[in-house]
């Protein structure tokens, strides 16, 4: 949730955080377990990757947490078509 904060100049900051807790529950989600290690490492990946005009979003995380896993050989299982 995005908040309006003052900053030490008196000049207002429109904040959104994300923290470790909304990775890994994430990652829960998505039937994957994420260690505190590689749950940073998925943050580390959404601030060197941000893209102002798309933000952070639940997308985003699922996206990044993905990457993590592909870049440490792990593929996560797509579910099944419906389509017969």
Do not use: H
Not at 20 to 25: A, N
């Amino acid at each position: 949730m995005a908040r309006l904060i003052t900053n030490e100049d008196g000049q207002p900051i429109l904040r959104d955080d994300w923290c470790l807790e909304d990775i890994i529950e994430t990652a829960k989600l998505m039937k994957v377990r994420l260690s505190k290690k590689k749950a940073i490492k998925v943050m580390e990946n959404l601030a060197n990757t941000f893209d102002a005009s798309v933000g952070i979003n639940w997308d985003v995380i699922k996206a990044n947490i993905d990457t993590i896993l592909y870049l440490n050989g792990v593929a996560r299982p797509r579910p099944k078509s419906r389509v017969k």
